[in-house]
């Protein structure tokens, strides 16, 4: 078992959405002996995801990357990272760049944490699954197998194949997350979730718009995704930055596919309105790279151990627009 309470804890990304939510629920357990690296130059919106969070020490991503490179004592404190960093854009067209920020950063963090006897915890994506006609189970020998959709989930698969080859699987812990949505997450635009985007159309508004299906297998609105309240997935990786026995890839998600009309009518049930949504084209540059159906297999995790009861999706929207979307707050505030 790995004592978070001991040692300093590096989150990188640890100003976006997952990573604030990180420190977020380490606060919740008293703690604050952890640092957080990110990029904050003029993104006011996730600066506020840290206003209300205790902790020792902010280090911008490109200081954290030259202390790594130069194995510099500064980071001597360092028993625990959790590597959250990286561009997420689904839609990124820089293969060189993702290349650099998704897969050599990590790499980089990755040996240093393995040559220092740091648990290393990293960002993996389910978008390494393609379009899902594989399966989506996190045995890491099969990977082979997958072709993801896009550059991103690419720069991902690349370092999940990387560790593998390299032995590393048995000792660092990859986390593929599925479809993450709650508070702190304003800051990603047009790549937050589409609760956040559904409550702002329907304020301004009165309803909603969801993407059309243009394929037969699913009617427009009932394509599916594996969706994960931001609470349920701090729990489960703090389960895993703790349990360091337990190494290899694992699905983080619900386990149950809902369709994007549930999620919908979710939010209008929670805002006490009557649904009103519209269907829309989907844009003809994702339409080959769009995954119909998501649901984790997480077996494997509950196999570490974790044992803690998932929030469904009808409490966690009630929650996350009640208690943070209407009244303008953030997680600690």
């Known amino acids: 078992m790995h004592d978070l309470g001991e040692g300093v804890t590096l989150i990188t990304g640890g100003a976006g959405f997952i990573g604030s939510a990180i420190a977020w629920g ?15 130059e003029g993104n006011p919106t996730k600066q506020r995801n840290l206003d209300a969070l205790s902790y020792q020490r902010y280090l911008d991503a490109g200081e954290l990357r030259e202390l790594v490179r130069t194995d ?3 980071l001597s ?18 293969e060189n760049y993702l290349h650099d920020n998704n897969f050599l950063y990590t790499l980089e963090l990755c040996e240093w944490a393995l040559a220092n006897d740091a648990r ?11 379009d899902g006609s594989a399966g989506m189970d996190d045995k890491t020998e099969e990977l082979d197998k997958f072709k993801p959709l896009n550059l991103y989930g690419w720069s991902k698969h690349k370092f999940d194949l990387h560790a593998r080859d390299e032995g590393f699987l048995s000792r660092i812990a990859g986390l593929k997350y599925f479809n993450v949505y709650g508070p702190n997450e304003e800051h990603k635009r047009d790549m937050r979730s589409v609760v956040s985007k559904a409550f702002s159309q329907i304020q301004e508004n009165g309803g909603m718009s969801l993407f059309r299906s243009h ?6 609105g009932e394509q599916q995704r594996d969706f994960l309240y931001v609470k349920d997935a701090v729990r489960m990786t703090l389960h895993l930055a ?5 190494g290899g890839l694992y699905n983080l998600g619900c386990g149950k596919a809902r369709t994007w009309l549930d999620l919908a009518h979710a939010i209008f049930a929670a805002l006490d309105k009557d649904p009103d949504i519209t269907f829309v084209d989907m844009p003809e540059s994702i339409r080959d790279k769009y995954q119909y159906h998501t649901q984790a297999d997480i077996s494997k995790i509950r196999r570490t151990g974790y044992s803690d009861n998932l929030f469904d999706l009808e409490y966690a929207v009630a ?7 209407l009244p303008d707050r953030y997680l600690g505030e």
Do not use: Q
């Open 120 to 130: 290393f915890v990293y960002a993996s994506s389910a978008a390494t699954y393609g």
């Open 215 to 220: 394929v037969p297998e699913y009617r427009d």
């Open 72 to 74: 510099s004592k500064d």
């Open 77 to 94: 404190e360092v028993n625990t990272v959790i590597h959250l960093g990286a561009c997420s854009s689904t839609t990124e067209t820089d």
């Open 319 to 325: 929650d996350y627009v009640r208690s943070y979307l």
């Open 242 to 246: 703790e349990n360091d026995e337990f």
């Open 26 to 40: 380490l606060n919740n357990r008293n703690l604050n002996n952890f640092w957080l690296a990110d990029f904050l």
